[in-house]
């Protein structure tokens, strides 16, 4: 297998992984953070467990009805 390839299907499984993770309600702190630091350098980063429970809370509180995006 060529390297290209090896690279290429690594990538389509990293996504297909980063899909079906996001399918079933597990969140992409790795994309949270890089989003973090590209879009509001300076502001503070969540743990990754503060950004897990906000993600629990924005997806199964309905009280607070749809999250609003920060961008």
């Given amino acids: 297998m060529s390297e290209t390839l090896t690279s290429r299907a ?3 499984c990293d996504r297909v992984a980063q ?19 590209a879009n509001h350098p300076g502001d503070p980063v969540m743990t990754y467990e503060e950004f897990f429970r906000e ?5 199964y509180d309905v ?4 999250l609003r995006g920060c961008c």
Avoid at 55 to 59: D, E, F, G, K, L
Avoid at 63 to 66: A, D, L, N, P, W
């Fill in 19 to 37: 899909t079906a993770r996001l399918m079933v309600g597990v969140p992409d702190y790795p994309t949270y953070v890089a989003h973090r630091k």
């Fill in 63 to 66: 009280s607070k009805g749809r």
């Fill in 55 to 59: 993600r629990q809370s924005a997806r």
């Fill in 10 to 12: 690594r990538f389509v």
